[in-house]
């Protein structure tokens, strides 16, 4: 038990430190760089009964309407993660079968008819507002116990900066590198029972733009 806590102190600090030491994203941005426009719908979820479970899984999603306003087309490689203030990292689409996106592209049908998943997304993103994409991202369901979640969505820009880890470093004692990518974070409060995860509370704290 004592080596967990320890694990689990050092990861927190870790963690709280490269944040602590990472650059804001430029207020003016360069003449190679672009982000991407971002309109979204705010987390929910949404419970399906799977082959072979007895139970209902809970999944919680959300969806981006991605406008590229470059003058060229771009790149897109998204990395999607879900952090709970428990320290619960989860990976957009890990252990989410495609059944899971048909069910949201149903629900939403008549909003979001070209809706696509994040998995089967193109890497590209045309210029023009009548290339914008509607995009779910899906996470599955995280700690109980958590009070509040940030969603973190890499990908949405090419703006990258490097610094020093603040703690390890490579054989010639020098700081490790670390490689940051402009990301857009969305931040949420929780309440509610556990017992009762369907009735929980999402309070939207707001988003904005980091360094990660």
Sequence with gaps: MKGFTYAFLVTFTVIAGVCFAAPKPAIVSGPDDWTIE?????????????????????????ILTLTNKAKRDVDFY???????????????????PPVVFEQIKKRHRSRYPFLESLEKAENKILQGEDN?????????????????????????SNETVVIDHPTAKDKAGKPLKVFLRKTLEFSYNLKGDPAFRSQTKLTYKGKRWIMR
């Excluded at 998204?78 to 428990?86: A, F, G, I, S, Y």
Aim: proline letters at 4%.
């Design 38 to 62: 971002v309109m979204f719908e705010h987390l929910q979820q949404i419970e399906l009964k799977l082959s072979g479970t007895a139970k209902p899984t809970r999944f919680w999603y959300t």
């Design 132 to 156: 914008a994409k509607d995009i779910a991202i899906i996470w599955p369901d995280f700690d109980d116990n958590a009070k509040n979640i940030k969603l973190f969505i890499a990908g949405l």
């Design 78 to 96: 998204p990395k999607c993660e879900l952090m709970t203030n428990t320290l619960q990292i989860i990976s957009a689409g890990k252990h989410t």
